[in-house]
């Protein structure tokens, strides 16, 4: 039995090596995300029947990635949605994220178009609804459910709505099933790996950053990192602090970025276009600059108005496409929320539970 193992490891081990030499041409882009800049009227609502689902790169012969058309969605007007990452073959489907509810049979038929192999593992980068809302579908496909514990515990006792209203209860079939924590004396190593399809795949459990409940998700072979949400390419950044999230939980995971990935890895956000690590790097300075300047004026004695209207992000206006008012004052906001001060995270959220 050891020796069967053994043989199987060295034998993936060098499956890797010549697979590595093969991914030589990819990613391979089919859809680059739109630039903008877009407008939508007043009272516009997501056209959700005119979304299309895309397969918009390949990452490897049996990886690729889906996200939606551009132009309609509000939200994110470059692609809808959040990107979605399928590995196929033999073993299965595994999927990071499953797109909004809204799309779900588009994005079954999306994979449909390339395999056809049981979809097996969905693995959550974070809670929002643009990478969970299909969950509950995915899951009566066959898919066990993994993602950190703070992603559970937010949509089993989702915080209140900003209008204090209490949240809806989740579908129990959308809850992940197969839970692990972040822990910082282990900061960076996976809490799962899987064997799938000639790949080995991991699930790293991330600091509180863009959420409390975040997950990076590592296809070795492939030499690709999907990044989800604490770094973005399209607006300004987002902390989601009622979830947990922190600024400075997002400068860490770049950081920790800075010695996961080697300079050709390609990292996939959830949402812009593909980078590189070097690219984090002027994201990282820019969120350092405007936090100081942020601090500066908040000990100054400043309200939350006037260092909305100092503009601070205007050297970066320029270079950040989908600068709209309110990516900037969102933005600003929670640098001001944080450099005041925020609660600690428990339960996966900061607001105390009503
Ligand atoms: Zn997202």
Redesign the pocket.
């Known amino acids: 039995m050891k020796l069967t193992t053994l043989f199987a490891v060295v034998a993936c081990t060098a499956w890797a090596v010549s697979a590595s030499a093969q991914q030589t041409g990819f990613p391979i882009e089919l859809v680059a995300p739109g630039k903008g800049p877009f407008t939508f009227p007043a009272g516009y609502q997501t056209p959700w029947e005119k979304i299309q689902i895309l397969v918009t790169s390949k990452m490897s012969p049996n990886l690729f990635m889906l996200h939606g058309s551009e132009a309609l969605d509000p939200a994110h007007p470059d692609s809808s949605g959040?990107r979605v990452m399928v590995l196929f073959g033999s073993d299965g489907v595994l999927m990071v994220d499953t797109q909004n509810r809204q799309v779900a049979e588009k994005a079954l038929q999306a994979i449909r178009s390339f395999t056809n192999a049981p979809i097996k593992v969905v693995v959550n980068s974070h809670i929002?609804s643009?990478?969970t809302g299909a969950n509950a579908f995915f899951a009566k496909q066959g898919a066990l459910i993994f993602a950190q514990d703070n992603l559970r515990a937010e949509m089993l006792r989702p915080p209140a709505r900003a209008n204090g209203q209490p949240a809806p209860a989740p579908d129990p079939a959308a809850v992940p099933v197969s839970t692990y924590s972040y822990n910082p004396a282990t900061r960076g190593q996976p809490a799962v790996t899987l064997s799938m399809n000639g790949e080995t795949v991991d699930f790293i459990p991330m600091m509180p950053s863009h959420t409390a409940g975040d997950t990076i998700v590592r296809f070795r072979t492939a030499n690709v990192i999907y990044i989800e949400?604490f770094y973005r390419n399209f607006g300004y950044p987002f902390a989601d602090q009622a979830n947990g999230g922190s600024i400075r939980g997002m400068l860490d995971a770049i950081d920790l970025i800075e010695t996961l990935a080697r300079p050709d890895t390609t990292l996939v956000p959830?949402?812009g276009t593909l980078v590189k690590k070097q690219d984090l790097l002027p994201y990282r300075a820019m969120l350092v600059d405007v936090m100081a300047k942020v601090k500066r004026l908040h000990d100054q004695g400043k309200s939350l108005q006037e260092v909305l209207a100092a503009n601070l992000t205007a050297p970066y206006d320029k270079t950040t496409l989908g600068d709209t008012q309110q990516s900037k004052d969102r933005f600003i906001t929670e640098v001001y929320d944080e450099v005041k001060g925020l609660p600690p995270v428990v339960d996966g959220k900061r607001a105390p539970r009503q």
């Open positions: 959040g929002h643009d990478h949400d959830g949402h």
